[in-house]
């Protein structure tokens, strides 16, 4: 069962956007939720933070909310991302990979059997099986706010000997989302992004976060009790 969990906050017109494209090429059987990260006003959510909580903590409960729907194939997506194509899913759900993420640019390290592993690690979609979620759980709550969560998940899964590289996705990717991220880094229109103008600050805060638990690969809860 594919499921698609849409993280969002304080930006309502790049949200509907998002959903009216993830609803446009949203597989039969697949279930789609939003968690809001306390924007004001209250977006069209399937759960909303009453505060702040942060990235890693939101893209926990997407997994939650997921899991408690019986999905075993989980899409993660921020709110400025969305499929271009009907057959989205279909290159992650048959890859030999149980996790992979959609990226651009960077230099190849290796590519095989339908997957290309990078040294760019984009965040903006991530794919995961169930197997995933068994071994080593989801995101650090440790992380605050903004930047690397994403980086320390993928790095673990890697470490627990699930991926062969810890930045993998499957080939010819850019056909199948729309990406405002990687349109403006590419020159095109900017987005304002959803934790403002301290976007590199409150990433390097995280630094040390990252420094700490690498190498690491055990579990990691993502439901909050």
Known sequence: MIGVAVSTRNRPDVLRRCLAGWRRHLPEGAVLVVVDDASEPP???SF????NVGIARVKNK?????????????????????????????????????HLRYSWGGSVIEERDGWIATRRFH????????????RVGGFRPEFRGFGWEHVEWMRRIHAAGL????YVDVTDSDRLWVSLDRDARGGGAP????????RKR????????LERFAGTNDFVPFKEF
Not at 123 to 128: F, V
Not at 191 to 198: F, L
């Open 123 to 134: 965040g903006c979609l991530l794919y995961a099986r169930q197997i995933v979620l068994d």
């Open 163 to 166: 991926t062969p590289h810890s």
């Open 191 to 198: 987005h304002r992004s959803s934790v403002g103008p301290d």
């Open 62 to 98: 997407g997994l939650e909310l997921l899991a408690d729907l019986g999905v075993t194939e989980y899409f993660l997506s921020d709110d400025d991302c969305w499929p271009a194509s009907a057959d989205w899913w279909e290159p992650y759900v048959e890859s030999p990979v149980p």
């Open 43 to 45: 977006p069209e959510s």
């Open 202 to 209: 409150i990433a390097a805060a995280n630094l040390p976060t």
């Open 48 to 51: 909303r933070f009453g505060e």
